[in-house]
């Protein structure tokens, strides 16, 4: 059983070693769990460009080592997923009821959940559903292969905490920019929530800067740990699931 993180290329070539090294004593199995795939968001080329998609490509090596299992938690892009010959069993693990009964114990009276675009709005409506929560999306509008512009949010965030929710916080520039939709559309006060907390470059200090009360996610990317500004919930219990799954049926 191998829990990976894949956050930098040299963690993703150990995670690589380690899969061969467990084909080359001859394992009776080779599993794998990658909290954060950290390629799914490079699923495609850029538009005009001819780089290679890392998304496909880094999962294409990962399952050439011979795997026998490998599940992902939250991807961006389910696209990686399917990226072998059919003879990997592979497993996208939803982080949902981790999520529900986060925002639950937040113990807000009057919230709605709020995607930063309409791609993930699927997802928020089905955590809304479960939370018995309105929810709605914002109008994004990618004008640049990494600059976007968030349009006007639905008045039904007015007079209500508006809970940002997101796979991810990479740079944090779409998740800011709904949030001020939000309180422009009459939103009480905000807050996010996001899977990984990627956080690069001067994504924190962004947030911390922005009308954002409270950043909510997982530790599922190395190194977040709960302080001022973040507050991180262990994924250690699904993981744990999701190997005893596994266990019981090898």
């Known amino acids: 059983m191998i829990i990976a993180a894949t956050h930098t290329e040299e963690a993703f070539q150990e995670l690589l070693d380690l899969v061969q090294g467990g ?9 794998v769990v990658i909290p954060y795939f950290g390629y799914s968001t490079m699923e495609r080329a850029k538009p005009g460009s001819f780089e290679i998609p890392k998304g ?7 399952f050439r080592a011979g795997p026998d299992f490998v599940a992902f938690l939250d991807l961006h892009a389910e696209a990686v997923v399917h990226a072998h010959a059919g003879n990997i069993w592979t497993r996208h693990v939803w982080t949902d009821e981790l999520v529900v009964a986060k925002i639950a114990a937040l113990d807000l009276t009057d919230y709605v959940l709020v995607s930063p675009d309409y791609g993930f709005s699927k997802r928020v409506a ?4 479960q939370l018995g929560c309105p929810h709605t999306a914002a109008d994004k509008d990618r004008y640049d292969t990494d600059s976007t512009i968030v349009g006007q949010i639905s008045s039904v965030v007015k007079n209500k905490t508006a809970i940002v929710c997101d796979d991810m916080i990479r ?18 006060d905000t807050m996010v929530l996001a899977t990984h907390l990627v956080l690069a470059g001067e994504a924190r200090s962004r947030l911390e800067k922005s009308p954002v009360l409270r950043v909510i996610g997982s530790d599922s990317y190395p190194g977040r740990k709960s302080d001022d500004l973040l507050e991180v919930y262990s994924v250690a219990p699904l993981l744990a699931r999701v190997l005893r799954d596994r266990l019981l049926l090898s």
């Open 171 to 188: 740079t944090g520039g779409s998740i800011i920019q709904t949030a001020e939709r939000c309180l422009e559309a009459g939103a009480r």
């Open 56 to 62: 496909i490509t880094r999962a294409r090596q990962l």
């Open 126 to 129: 089905r955590l809304a559903q």
């Open 23 to 31: 084909k080359y004593w001859n394992a009776a199995s080779v599993n």
